[in-house]
């Protein structure tokens, strides 16, 4: 065969065997892909149709339709205290997280109460930030001044501080430790789809997670106290820098989640009570939130939108949680969260092995959303204080709970904040 035609049908090839084969990197990557799918087959964790590709939904009799023009690249809605999922597209599609990964790292970090009680201080180091990577969002910790583990977490949940997750890590035993026990609790969560590399969510190769364990994260974190205070928390006072000859000062510092404080234009969510949001460079936007409506408790995620509209997480987020209340009763789940597996007995629903896609989040720089500190604006709908926006108002919702021969149920007491009684816009 002459060397040219040789030439044209490598070449040729190649060219399409490009068009077949999606590197895991390009799946995440917009700057290289205009519409990606999941390039692998998904995950089946929580029932069969959740690990295929696209929307999943079955709507009976009176059911809404789904919302209009969603373009969340991966999303679930799914019944905070049953576990029913109402609907889903691409729930188990390995993509990036961002800070929404914070909601595991106050889980699994939160497991240890006597290691890192509330009033424990501790004095900062250099060393406790060296890792911190560019770009990120801060609360403000600074070297060589003390802080309780109280102020840390509000940074943590408020201003998605990296600063101050790196000094709790530090705390904990150091990030490789902590990477190691999040990892661990995730896996104990059946949250197969996740690899964690750093503690606070950064961008860095391998890391990935997924709508469905973003969602098992948040329904697992939500059942301690210290956590739901923290994530409904609106405004809080955060320790300044001391100067000389002056008492210590504080300053205010917001919740960077829109839904909660109606901040930046976005009408706040009737109902919102956490949990968190995210933004990197390769993750682009994402969120959980969990709300309450006449005594229906619902958690949603939201990863990645393409709309090109101001703040369109929220606003996916917000029309699905509108769904999910009207199709509540009205549609036939499409999969379960299931339970962790210390709740299994056996060979339960929920415990085949992930088999997720290779996709990845590429390296690179981010600048996490709300990436400033300093003095916060105060939201149009916030309130004042570290109390929480109405936390010691408890409202009916669920604890879940473990019974005896491994079955997952929910006692419909979850103390969610009451939202609605709101300060006036200012």
């Not at 992930?354 to 916060?376: F, L, M, R, T, V």
Request: hydrophobic content about 35%; proline content about 6%; overall charge neutral.
């Amino acid at each position: 065969m002459p060397a040219l035609k040789k030439t044209a049908l490598t070449v040729i090839s190649a060219a399409l065997l490009s068009t077949f084969v999606i590197s895991p990197a390009s799946a995440v990557d917009k700057d290289t892909a205009d519409d990606p799918k999941p390039t692998a087959p998904m995950s089946k964790v929580g029932g069969a149709q959740l690990g295929r590709v696209g929307t999943q939904v079955e709507l009976g009799p009176g059911a809404p339709v789904l919302p209009k023009d969603l373009t969340g690249r991966s999303w679930i809605v799914a019944d905070a205290e049953s576990g029913e999922v109402l609907a889903s597209h691409n729930s188990h599609w390995r993509l990036p997280p961002a800070s929404t990964l914070k909601m595991l790292f106050a889980d699994t970090v939160m497991d240890s109460p006597e290691l890192l009680p509330k009033t424990r201080q501790h004095k900062v180091t250099d060393e406790d930030l060296a890792d911190v990577g560019e770009g990120s969002s801060l609360v403000g910790v600074k070297e060589h001044l003390t802080y309780t583990v109280h102020d840390l977490w509000l940074g943590v949940f408020l201003r998605s501080g990296n600063d101050a997750v790196h000094v709790l890590s530090a705390m904990y035993g150091g990030v490789p430790r902590t990477v190691a026990a999040m990892q661990a609790h995730a896996e104990e969560l059946q949250a197969l789809d996740t690899n964690v590399v750093s503690p606070d969510g950064y961008d860095a190769p391998e890391q990935v997670s997924s709508a469905y364990d973003l969602t098992l994260f948040a329904r697992s974190g939500l059942q301690k106290e210290d956590f739901r205070e923290y994530c409904s928390t609106a405004t809080a006072d955060f320790p300044g820098e001391k100067k000389k000859g002056k008492k210590r000062g504080t300053f205010e510092i917001q919740n960077t989640d829109r839904l909660l404080t109606g901040a930046d234009g976005v009408e706040p969510y009737k109902g919102i009570a956490g949990v968190k949001n995210g933004y990197t460079t390769h993750a682009g936007n994402t969120f959980t939130g969990v709300a309450e409506r006449n005594g229906k408790v619902l958690l949603v995620t939201v990863m990645n939108p393409s709309s090109k509209e101001p703040h369109a997480v929220y606003k996916e987020a917000a029309s699905l949680l509108d769904w999910g209340f009207d199709a509540a009763g009205k549609v036939t789940p499409v999969g379960e969260l299931v339970p962790p597996k210390s709740a299994q007995t056996g060979t339960g629903k929920g415990t085949e092995s992930a088999n997720g896609n290779s996709a990845s989040g590429a390296s690179g720089s981010g600048s996490e959303d709300a990436g400033k500190h300093g003095p916060a604006a105060t939201g149009a709908a916030a309130t004042k204080g570290s109390s929480g926006v109405g936390i010691a108002l408890g409202i009916v919702g669920g604890v879940l709970v473990l019974l005896a021969g491994g079955v997952f149920l929910v006692n419909r007491r979850w103390p969610l904040p009451d939202l609605v009684r709101r300060l006036p816009r200012r």
